[in-house]
């Protein structure tokens, strides 16, 4: 300390530290107010930006008014050396926890522009995160007096143990930025592998794909599997999709009239029910004479998915409905048991029931 500390430097140093609190609260109100009209553009990242910086900006002005506090106090050179490191080091890792944030929120804006689903892709926002973390870090120990080039030397030697020590973790990290470059697979896709998990796709992160099924529960599949097994993706090149349903009517029936009828009804549950497809033209085809009916096959469109569930629900609730209306006949299977004893055939009695003696 180069003098005594007087009344006034207090005074001095205390409206520096009041100037710096005052700004940082202003500051916040004002980033407050620009989130608001943030939220009403359609561009998500002025969203996270505004957010990211309600952290920095009140710790750079509070961390601005200590520095100028100190310096209005006689302190010695060394004093002052270290409350000037203290504050730069964390005025560096403020600005670092916000360029992570606001770097890996644009991240997570563009892929889910991308896919054009809610979901998200972790993989690409946590390998971000860590990067500008990391470079924080480094930044830090610089302005210590650190030098980081043995720490690189370091970390370049070790990072070949730590590969071989982490083959299965690496190889479901790449097998995960592979699935999510190649574009085969994005969060809120269908999907169903030939093992037989199928749901629809949560997140893909660094180690592991989690798809949600139909009884909401959480499947996990490692990245490696998932990209090494055959898969059928139910949302891609397009999520409507066609729905078959098998029907047989009896060889009375009037097959103009039948195809007539189900026309109607498939028209009428691709109008009315919420996931069908209402420009989908019905599609009827026989193709089969069974043994006690003649088979067709009615082709539905549906919108994603999950809806073929309900819409077949639907539609054979109401083709059933209107069959027994127009009298159209669905015939089950019918079989002619001829029973024998000694050689001799076994008449059946009057109530069609078989009397063996």
Not at 268 to 278: D, K, L, Y
Not at 324 to 340: F, W, Y
Request: proline content about 4%; some cysteine.
């Amino acid at each position: 300390m180069n003098r005594d500390l007087t009344v006034h430097d207090w005074i001095v140093a205390g409206v520096w530290l009041a100037v710096g609190l005052a700004a940082g609260v202003l500051l916040r109100l004002l980033l407050r107010w620009l989130g608001k009209h943030a939220t009403r553009t359609r561009w998500s990242g002025d969203d996270v930006l505004v957010d990211a910086l309600r952290a920095l900006i009140p710790v750079a002005a509070l961390t601005g008014g200590i520095a100028a506090a100190a310096a209005a106090l006689p302190l010695t050179g060394k004093v002052n050396h270290t409350v000037n490191q203290i504050l730069t080091v964390l005025l560096i890792l403020a600005a670092t926890i916000t360029a992570a944030r606001v770097v890996a929120g644009l991240v997570r804006a563009v892929t889910q522009s991308r896919s054009g689903v809610a979901g998200s892709a972790s993989i690409f926002v946590n390998i971000t995160r860590v990067v500008v973390l990391a470079m924080g870090c480094l930044v830090v120990l610089q302005t210590l007096g650190i030098s980081i080039a043995p720490l690189l030397t370091a970390l370049g030697v070790g990072g070949l143990a730590v590969a071989l020590a982490l083959q299965d973790t690496l190889a479901n990290l790449f097998a995960g930025i592979h699935i999510l470059a190649s574009k085969t697979i994005q969060p809120g896709d269908y999907i169903r592998l030939t093992s037989g998990e199928e749901g629809y796709v949560v997140d893909i992160n660094w180690r592991n794909t989690v798809v949600r099924n139909l009884s909401n529960n959480l499947v996990i599949i490692p990245n490696a599997q998932l990209s090494s097994t055959n898969m059928t993706n139910f949302s891609r090149p397009e999520q409507e999709m066609t729905l078959t349903v098998q029907v047989g009517v009896g060889y009375d029936s009037d097959l103009d009239h039948v195809e007539r009828v189900t026309s109607e009804v498939v028209t009428e549950v691709m109008t009315e029910i919420e996931g069908a497809v209402p420009e989908h033209e019905p599609a009827i085809r026989f193709h089969t004479f069974g043994d006690s009916r003649i088979s067709f096959t009615v082709i539905l469109g549906v919108g994603e998915f999950s809806d073929q569930y309900r819409i077949k629900h639907e539609f054979v609730k109401r083709l059933h409905k209107r069959y027994h209306v127009e009298g159209i006949r669905i015939p089950s299977p019918a079989r002619t048991v001829a029973l024998q004893q000694n050689g001799v055939a076994i008449p059946p009695q009057r109530d069609g029931s078989l009397s063996i003696p």
